[in-house]
């Protein structure tokens, strides 16, 4: 259900802070690229308007406000779901083909949660293994971490996080995403981090 209302196609606007740091051989950052945006989204058609935009590498700051308008051009207007229904394991349809155990409960924001570990019975792309943890009054999914059961082709290693909230309109939202992916092309090894903060729904 929480998954299908993170789908739905209501208006929503959002603002969006996106760190963007790209890695060295020892996750060490060599670059960081830091984006304000406001997102909206209606019908699931997104519009992206940007705010500032700034680089940071080997200790210099520049303005990349104009690059990321182009790039936000480019990636307007197009169909946008968030595919939590893909992601989560829990639809009659996908429950089958994972093996769940309950862990000792946890603490999230403060409030004591609920964690359920889920390993896919088989290893493909597309499905996850992780933790994920629920309201214990509710159950509703407020985090979760997982890995790929298997990596997309080129990429060593991925890992994923995702926490949501409630806001004051009593709407479920995502509230921060953050992945770090180790991929190789070739001879060459690609290794970034990028986390997204969302606050200020309507």
């Known amino acids: 259900k929480r998954a299908q ?11 969006v802070k996106t760190v963007e740091i790209e890695m060295d051989g020892n996750w060490k950052p060599k670059k960081t ?14 519009n992206i308007e940007i705010l500032s935009s700034t680089i940071e ?15 936000a051009k480019d990636k307007s207007g197009r169909k946008m779901t968030f595919g939590g229904e893909n992601i989560f394991p829990f639809t ?14 946890s603490v999230i924001a403060g409030k004591p949660v609920s964690v359920l570990a889920c390993v896919s019975k088989e290893k493909q792309e597309g ?16 985090a979760f971490n997982a890995k790929p059961s298997k990596n997309p082709k080129m990429v060593k290693d991925m890992a994923l996080k995702m926490s949501f909230s409630i806001n004051e309109n009593g709407l479920y939202n995502i509230k921060s995403f953050d992945m770090k992916v180790h991929a ?13 903060t969302f606050n200020d729904y309507e």
């Open 184 to 196: 190789k092309v070739l001879i060459k090894n690609f290794r970034m981090q990028v986390t997204e």
């Open 57 to 71: 590498e080997k200790g210099k700051v520049t303005n990349n406000t104009a690059n990321a308008i182009k790039n």
């Open 5 to 15: 209302e993170l789908e739905n196609n209501r208006p929503q606007k959002v603002k």
């Open 127 to 142: 499905t996850f293994n992780g933790n994920y943890y629920f309201d214990k009054n509710d159950f509703t999914l407020l």
């Open 92 to 105: 009659s349809e996908k429950r089958d083909k994972f093996l769940f155990q309950l862990k000792p409960d």
């Open 33 to 46: 690229t830091t984006t304000f945006k406001v997102v909206t989204k209606k019908d699931s058609i997104e």
